[in-house]
T-cell receptor, first 111, second 116 residues
Framework: AQSVTQLGSHVSVSEGALVLLRCNYS??????LFWYVQYPNQGLQLLLK??????LVKGINGFEAEFKKSETSFHLTKPSAHMSDAAEYFC?????????FGQGTRLTINP | DGGITQSPKYLFRKEGQNVTLSCEQN?????MYWYRQDPGQGLRLIYY???????QKGDIAEGYSVSREKKESFPLTVTSAQKNPTAFYLC???????????????FGEGSRLTVL
């Protein structure tokens, strides 16, 4: 069965610093991978998705992720953190007829 | 504006009572989903429906029930059999019947259920 593992339940960075949120996947077939963001007491919003086209995927709000098959990874990055990036981030992989989500990583931005 | 509407946003329930959470979408999506969110556990799938009058159990269906009588509506009932119902519940939908799921899941803003 397809699954994702997010390394680190909580990441804290300074404003202006690099953001790196880690996601490793397990899939027996070429996966479709997603990153979603959730602000407090709200639903999830799609940041970006990988669907076997370019391995470097650009998303909204300056985020991007790189699909690395050799490492089974799909890490999310942003060159310079902004206070508004504080939220919870979820990696997800397609499994037949549904999405399987990771445990989530809470991102805190320090002024 | 198109979107998914969940109600109520906050709900309190006494032990032993059933409660129904509403989910309505005007996106003309065929597939709809219910997820449960608990701190540190991500989102877990409760039920999903790919077409009207048909639905399938997800990973944690015990103690829950759903119906899909209309394309735009997918209500979730949390029954008294659910042992730990306090959680944040999210409804989502996607285009097509969800098979392969190369598209995007659109989420509602969630319903927070607290059992007193």
């Amino acid at each position: 069965a397809q699954s994702v593992t997010q390394l680190g339940s909580h990441v804290s960075v300074s404003e202006g610093a690099l953001v790196l949120l880690r996601c490793n996947y397990s899939s027996s077939v070429p996966p479709y991978l997603f990153w979603y963001v959730q602000y407090p007491n709200q639903g999830l919003q799609l940041l970006l998705k990988y669907t076997s086209a370019a391995t470097l995927v650009k998303g909204i709000n300056g985020f991007e992720a790189e699909f690395k098959k050799s490492e089974t990874s799909f890490h999310l990055t942003k060159p310079s953190a902004h206070m508004s990036d504080a939220a919870e981030y979820f990696c997800a992989v397609t499994s037949p007829q549904k999405l399987v989500f990771g445990q989530g990583t809470r991102l805190t931005i320090n002024p | 504006d198109g979107g998914i509407t969940q109600s109520p946003k906050y709900l309190f329930r006494k032990e032993g009572q059933n409660v129904t959470l509403s989910c309505e979408q005007n996106l003309n999506h065929d597939a709809m989903y219910w997820y449960r969110q608990d701190p540190g556990q991500g989102l877990r799938l409760i039920y999903y429906s790919q077409i009207v009058n048909d639905f399938q159990k997800g990973d944690i269906a015990e103690g829950y029930s759903v119906s899909r009588e209309k394309k735009e509506s997918f209500p979730l009932t949390v029954t008294s059999a659910q042992k730990n119902p306090t959680a944040f519940y999210l409804c989502a939908s996607t285009m097509g019947d969800g098979l392969g799921l190369t598209g995007e899941l659109f989420f509602g803003e969630g319903s927070r259920l607290t059992v007193l």
